[in-house]
């Protein structure tokens, strides 16, 4: 019903996301990484993927702020069992480019780690996804960045602001390769980038 909602950020809190869209405010549910990618921009203009999930006793509209993750929302939800806030959970843990490393390594004790997910649950995920993510990230994924090791969130956002733009997980990895995130802002890792892959 809705695909994205673009609006100024009224309110980020956990698990929660308002977006005033025309005087309408929009209440989404969101996860920790995309809380966390938006935060910094309350009060200005934020672009959210969205999922509407419909219940016999509720409607409930989650939102994403990349492309990658409501995909894996998507993904998540198609598996038996997992439902919307267990994917939520997950994709708090993980990034999703982790979660795919994870599914396509058979790294079951990694997705049950998120709220909710029991080891039952994990394996179910790899069984149902393995196949697919593997034909859709390819070896990029086996050599994603550990789970154990938090890479840094901007480089995180840099590579789904180069995947938005058409080009795959390992262009934009190699083009991020060596930046200093810590000293520079998202937008200036981002024309970097574009700077390396239009060479």
Excluded at 52 to 60: G, P
Excluded at 86 to 107: K, W
Excluded at 152 to 169: C, E, F, P, Q
Aim: hydrophobic content about 45%; glycine content about 8%; overall charge positive.
């Amino acid at each position: 019903m809705y695909y994205y909602l673009r609006g100024e950020l009224a309110l980020a809190e956990a698990h929660t996301a308002v977006v005033d869209c025309g005087g309408v405010g929009y209440k989404l549910t969101v996860s920790a990484n995309t809380l966390a990618n938006i935060s910094p921009k309350l009060g200005k203009e934020v672009k959210l993927y969205t999922y509407l999930a419909v219940r016999e006793d509720a409607m409930e509209l989650f939102g994403f702020a990349s492309e990658s993750e409501h995909s894996a929302f998507k993904q998540l939800i198609s598996v038996s069992g997992v439902g919307p806030k267990v994917a939520v959970s997950i994709l708090s843990t993980l990034t999703p480019e982790q979660f795919a490393a994870a599914v396509c390594s058979g790294d079951a004790k990694t997705l049950a780690k998120s709220k909710g997910l029991g080891a039952k649950g994990a394996e179910r995920i790899i069984l149902e996804l393995k196949e697919k993510l593997t034909k859709e990230y390819g070896a990029s994924a086996l050599t994603a960045a550990p789970v154990g090791i938090q890479t840094s969130g901007r480089i995180s956002d840099a590579v789904n602001a180069l995947l938005v733009l058409g080009y795959t997980k390992q262009e934009a990895t190699e083009a991020l390769k060596g930046i200093d995130s810590n000293s520079m802002t998202l937008e200036a890792m981002i024309t970097a980038a574009l700077r390396r892959l239009m060479k």
